[in-house]
């Protein structure tokens, strides 16, 4: 096959008065697609449930946008079953026709990326630059998986011995579960679902409760992209009536799950008991939390280190995995970099995503929002607010202000939990040594950030900074599909690297065949 290189999707720049007026319209136009119906989809067919599931607006919890079917055990399993009847003649499709796919699925998506952006601010409150940047990721991904599919496809290198001749390839493992998270209801969901589609596996998608119709638009994608029937199957439902299903069913080949620790590990653990029927040990691929810190130095660049921590900390409100929930600063520097990053988030717009000019929009859900001042009070008898510390009072969605405790012990719950929310803390640190000590004092291991113009401290930290994602003078949320792969240590996860090389080796098995000559 004859692809270009791959590069990374550009982001939109919204100070282009076109750009601006095509995003524009298409948030008008996807007003007037709210409130729809939307069915499960197993095996190519629409079935409906009298159960439903109702998406809501977190900038407007009032405005539906819109009810998909909720499918209960019988449906999860008539979903396993077609994605088992499917993957019979999936698995041997030519390699170029499921890379075809994909590459078609992101030309798609391509050319309905402002409508996509739209959705994601509507569904799960994305400000313009955060929708648009979720929607571009999931582009990448499937340009990149496609890509490195093309690479891992066919015989792999081994060495050859005399009298025989040798082969290696890789094979796909099966029927697959997909669950995705709400915070990046379009790019993970689609990073996810491709990678295993593209390696010859078949799959069930339930997407986050609180973003469905984020995912049903882009099985639109998927059926336009011409997708056989059955080889993906959307199945939005309850976590508490169909999760344990879809985690022991004795057809569940691998479960890709991006979400908390807590119901990763939950997961991992059901996962690996062996089920009377079942002939494999099962596969999870489990990414998880974060409680992610940035270091600042007592040499660093103090400006630079402020806005990288308020755009790595309130990006999103919070709701990254990589966001930025600890500053650990080194004494001399610590009053100023406070200071400083008191100053830029005190003066960040809030309001709701579908205005351009907001910089940070609501929090998912009111119980996200009450679960975030639940901590806040903790934190106000963990360390000293100095900015923030309430909902904003008479605003339609679920407003969080950006939240800043000074002071607090690295061992504080604010310190050590993963809130979720626009909520940082602020730990002293004697020395650059005792920084990194804290800063990997977690059960985490995600992402984290070091700003300093010390040689010696940045390779320190490279050595000793146990995360996933580490990052020098810069944010340390938006990794780039490809640049960055992206995935942590300890309980963020089982490390699976999104995005990188071997990411794809995840959803398939090598086999090795040896013919006497
Ligand atoms: P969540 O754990 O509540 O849900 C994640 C997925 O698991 C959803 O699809 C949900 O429906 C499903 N789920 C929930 N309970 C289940 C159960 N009992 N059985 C089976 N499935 C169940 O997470 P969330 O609130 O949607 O997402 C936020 C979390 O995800 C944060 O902890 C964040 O750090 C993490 N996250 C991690 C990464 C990463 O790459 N490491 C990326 C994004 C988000």
Redesign the pocket.
Same mark, same amino acid.
């Given at each position: 096959m004859a692809i270009v290189e791959f590069r990374n999707e550009p982001l939109t720049n919204f100070g282009d008065p076109a750009l601006r007026r095509a995003q524009e319209e298409a948030l008008r136009r996807v007003e007037g697609e709210l409130g729809g119906r939307y069915p499960l989809i197993i095996g190519g067919e629409e079935v409906w449930t009298e159960k439903t599931i109702v998406s809501r607006s977190p900038s407007q919890p009032d405005r539906v946008v819109g009810t998909t079917a909720s499918a209960g055990v019988a449906e999860a399993v008539r979903a396993l079953e077609a994605a088992e009847k499917a993957f019979a003649s999936w698995r041997l499709t030519p390699v170029e026709f499921r890379v075809r796919i994909l590459l078609k699925a992101a030309a798609i998506l391509r050319r309905r990326r402002f409508e996509m952006n739209a959705w994601l601010m509507h569904e799960v409150g994305k400000p313009w630059v955060e929708a648009d940047a979720d929607t571009a990721e999931a582009i990448d991904f499937l340009e990149y998986y496609a890509r490195q599919m093309l690479r891992l496809a066919g015989p792999q290198p081994i060495t050859p011995y005399p009298g025989e001749e040798n082969e290696f390839f890789y094979i796909p493992l099966g029927v697959g579960v997909v669950?995705?998270?709400?915070?990046?209801p379009l790019a993970?969901l689609v990073g996810m679902t491709s990678a295993a589609l593209v390696t010859g596996n078949t799959v069930v998608v339930? $997407?986050?409760?609180?973003a469905p119709v984020i995912a049903y638009k882009f099985f639109e994608v998927l059926k336009e992209a011409g997708l056989p029937d059955g080889v993906a199957n959307y199945l939005p439902g309850d $976590?508490?009536e169909i999760?344990?299903v879809?985690?022991t069913h004795p057809l569940v080949r691998f479960i890709n799950?991006?979400?908390?620790?807590?119901?990763?590990a939950?997961?991992y653990e059901k996962a690996a008991k062996v089920q009377p029927g079942q002939k494999f040990l099962r596969r999870v691929i489990a990414?998880?939390?974060?409680k992610d810190a940035i270091v600042v130095a007592a040499d660093a660049d103090l400006d630079a280190a402020a806005e990288g921590i308020v755009t790595s900390a309130f990006g999103f409100s919070g709701?990254?995995?990589s966001a930025c929930s600890r500053v650990i600063a080194e004494e001399p520097v610590y009053d100023e970099i406070l200071a400083r990053v008191v100053e830029r988030a005190r003066a960040l717009r809030l309001g709701p995503a579908t205005d351009p000019e907001t910089q940070m929009g609501p929090v998912?859900t009111a119980e996200a929002r009450d679960r975030i001042l639940r901590y806040i009070e903790v934190g106000k008898g963990e360390g000293r607010l100095v900015l923030g510390g309430q909902a904003v009072a008479g605003a339609p969605g679920y407003l969080v202000e950006p939240t800043i405790f000074a002071d607090v012990d690295p061992g504080a719950r604010i310190a050590q939990e993963?809130i979720?929310g626009p909520v940082v803390a602020f730990i002293k640190a004697k020395d650059f040594r005792q920084a990194i000590e804290f800063a990997n004092s977690t059960q985490y291991g995600?992402t984290g950030g070091v700003y300093s113009r010390s040689r010696e401290n940045l390779e320190y930290a490279r050595r000793e900074f146990h995360v996933g994602n580490l990052y020098f003078n810069r944010k340390i949320t938006g990794a780039l599909v490809g640049v960055q792969p992206?995935?942590?240590f300890n309980m963020?996860?089982t490390d699976s690297k999104?995005g990188g090389p071997d990411y794809l080796l995840l959803f398939m098995q090598g086999k090795s065949v040896s013919e006497r000559l």
């Amino acid at each position: 096959m004859a692809i270009v290189e791959f590069r990374n999707e550009p982001l939109t720049n919204f100070g282009d008065p076109a750009l601006r007026r095509a995003q524009e319209e298409a948030l008008r136009r996807v007003e007037g697609e709210l409130g729809g119906r939307y069915p499960l989809i197993i095996g190519g067919e629409e079935v409906w449930t009298e159960k439903t599931i109702v998406s809501r607006s977190p900038s407007q919890p009032d405005r539906v946008v819109g009810t998909t079917a909720s499918a209960g055990v019988a449906e999860a399993v008539r979903a396993l079953e077609a994605a088992e009847k499917a993957f019979a003649s999936w698995r041997l499709t030519p390699v170029e026709f499921r890379v075809r796919i994909l590459l078609k699925a992101a030309a798609i998506l391509r050319r309905r990326r402002f409508e996509m952006n739209a959705w994601l601010m509507h569904e799960v409150g994305k400000p313009w630059v955060e929708a648009d940047a979720d929607t571009a990721e999931a582009i990448d991904f499937l340009e990149y998986y496609a890509r490195q599919m093309l690479r891992l496809a066919g015989p792999q290198p081994i060495t050859p011995y005399p009298g025989e001749e040798n082969e290696f390839f890789y094979i796909p493992l099966g029927v697959g579960v997909v669950h995705s998270p709400f915070n990046f209801p379009l790019a993970i969901l689609v990073g996810m679902t491709s990678a295993a589609l593209v390696t010859g596996n078949t799959v069930v998608v339930k $997407p986050s409760v609180h973003a469905p119709v984020i995912a049903y638009k882009f099985f639109e994608v998927l059926k336009e992209a011409g997708l056989p029937d059955g080889v993906a199957n959307y199945l939005p439902g309850d $976590p508490a009536e169909i999760g344990d299903v879809l985690t022991t069913h004795p057809l569940v080949r691998f479960i890709n799950f991006t979400g908390s620790a807590a119901v990763g590990a939950m997961l991992y653990e059901k996962a690996a008991k062996v089920q009377p029927g079942q002939k494999f040990l099962r596969r999870v691929i489990a990414e998880m939390g974060g409680k992610d810190a940035i270091v600042v130095a007592a040499d660093a660049d103090l400006d630079a280190a402020a806005e990288g921590i308020v755009t790595s900390a309130f990006g999103f409100s919070g709701q990254k995995c990589s966001a930025c929930s600890r500053v650990i600063a080194e004494e001399p520097v610590y009053d100023e970099i406070l200071a400083r990053v008191v100053e830029r988030a005190r003066a960040l717009r809030l309001g709701p995503a579908t205005d351009p000019e907001t910089q940070m929009g609501p929090v998912i859900t009111a119980e996200a929002r009450d679960r975030i001042l639940r901590y806040i009070e903790v934190g106000k008898g963990e360390g000293r607010l100095v900015l923030g510390g309430q909902a904003v009072a008479g605003a339609p969605g679920y407003l969080v202000e950006p939240t800043i405790f000074a002071d607090v012990d690295p061992g504080a719950r604010i310190a050590q939990e993963e809130i979720f929310g626009p909520v940082v803390a602020f730990i002293k640190a004697k020395d650059f040594r005792q920084a990194i000590e804290f800063a990997n004092s977690t059960q985490y291991g995600l992402t984290g950030g070091v700003y300093s113009r010390s040689r010696e401290n940045l390779e320190y930290a490279r050595r000793e900074f146990h995360v996933g994602n580490l990052y020098f003078n810069r944010k340390i949320t938006g990794a780039l599909v490809g640049v960055q792969p992206f995935g942590g240590f300890n309980m963020s996860g089982t490390d699976s690297k999104a995005g990188g090389p071997d990411y794809l080796l995840l959803f398939m098995q090598g086999k090795s065949v040896s013919e006497r000559l």
